[in-house]
């Protein structure tokens, strides 16, 4: 006899694990379906996550919410799978000429930058309430922790494999109350939500070895981290569409900013999956009453997945609304 869940989750890259540890968190019966494919986003990612966000330097959207609890998010996992994932660091960044360091002192005027700004001077400026997740170690213990406990079976969902009846989804050999997608940029293979409109960012990042140690992630332009003794984890390229472009221009430009020999180990490259307005895509099916979504979540997946779970959670099982920013509603036509 086929078990009934009350979820399925469909994909298990970062975002798909998030959803997962929140629903183990409040006691739901879930399976986790992944097709573990070789190149994706999250195994690409460097993991970082920091308040101030891309060229513009701004705070990242919606900063309070999206940092208030992530930390201890992934702390609670590191608890459970008894590994540890999350790295605390300050991020330091060269000021390259007077319009920068201007720049950033007209920041320390406001009071969310004086909170995140620890150190500046002519030469830097170092921020704080940043860090890393070790993706890999994330997304291994995690696939393995829910294995153990028979949550996690290896799928790869085909449209032949959905069946649609009276409104609703089910899948061939499974059975389950809510079926949630989270399979990134792939979900323009499958033939539901064919209304949202995803875009493919892709990128690359390498792994580099030097006889050096660094404390603080460094970011100019591409950031680089020192993830373990004499390695190094750098990154990103960003290229609108799906054409791998290689790595060569982002060790270029570590062998620049580190002046020192870098060796290079392994390359990475993935697919970002991001919507127009550049915010998740979090909710249900126009149509199907438990089809739901967590997507889009660009070159945020690890600060945005624990905040969108808890969104869509909240909709399913205590009906509340999810915020209009990040609400699929926004592509009804
Ligand atoms: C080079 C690079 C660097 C990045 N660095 C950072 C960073 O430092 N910090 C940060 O926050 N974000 C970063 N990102 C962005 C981050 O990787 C994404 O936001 C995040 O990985 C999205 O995760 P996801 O789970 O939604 O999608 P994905 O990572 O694409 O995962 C989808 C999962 O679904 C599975 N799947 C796909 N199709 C099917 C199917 N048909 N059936 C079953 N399973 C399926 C796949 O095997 C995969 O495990 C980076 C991205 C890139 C490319």
Not at 119 to 129: A, G, L, Q, R
Not at 245 to 261: E, F, N, P, T, Y
Not at 317 to 324: A, G, L, P, S, V
């Amino acid at each position: 006899m086929t078990k009934k869940y009350d979820y399925i989750i469909i994909g298990q890259g970062i975002t798909g694990s998030a959803l997962a540890w929140k629903l183990y968190y409040s006691n739901k019966k879930f399976l986790i379906l992944d097709s573990e494919n070789k190149n994706t986003a999250s195994k690409a990612a460097l993991g970082i996550y920091n308040p101030i966000t891309g060229r513009r330097k701004a705070l990242t959207w919606n900063v309070n919410e999206l940092f208030e609890n992530l930390e201890r998010f992934y702390l609670n996992i590191e608890k459970e799978i008894g590994v540890k994932i999350l790295f605390k660091k300050n991020i330091y960044r060269p000021i390259n000429n007077n319009k920068d360091f201007n720049d950033w002192n007209s920041r320390m005027s406001n009071i969310k930058f004086q909170s995140i700004i620890k150190e500046i001077d002519e030469k830097k400026v170092i921020t704080k309430k940043s860090g890393y997740i070790d993706v890999k170690k994330y997304l291994t213990h995690t696939r393995k922790y829910f294995k153990k406990k028979e949550r996690y079976h290896r799928y790869k969902l085909d449209d032949k494999d959905i069946i649609i009846e009276n409104n609703e989804i089910r899948l061939k050999g499974f059975q389950a109350k809510h079926i949630v997608m989270c399979i990134g940029i792939d979900q323009k293979k499958i033939n539901l939500f064919n209304k949202i409109d995803i875009n493919e960012v892709s990128g690359n990042s390498i792994l580099t070895e030097l006889n050096y140690s660094i404390k603080n992630i460094i970011n100019n332009k591409i950031s680089i981290v020192n993830t373990s003794k004499n390695i190094f984890h750098i990154g990103s390229s960003y290229n609108n569409g799906s054409d791998n472009i290689g790595h060569s221009k982002i060790l270029d430009d570590a062998r620049k900013i580190i002046k020192k020999k870098l060796i290079f180990k392994k390359s990475f490259f993935g697919i970002r999956s991001s919507s127009k307005d550049r915010r998740p895509i979090v909710g249900k099916h126009f149509q199907l009453k438990n089809l739901y979504i967590i997507n889009g979540l660009g070159s945020k997946g690890i600060s945005q997945a624990p905040y969108c779970s808890d969104k869509l959670f909240n909709y399913i099982e205590r009906n509340k609304q999810i915020d209009k920013e990040i609400n699929i509603n926004r592509f009804k036509t």
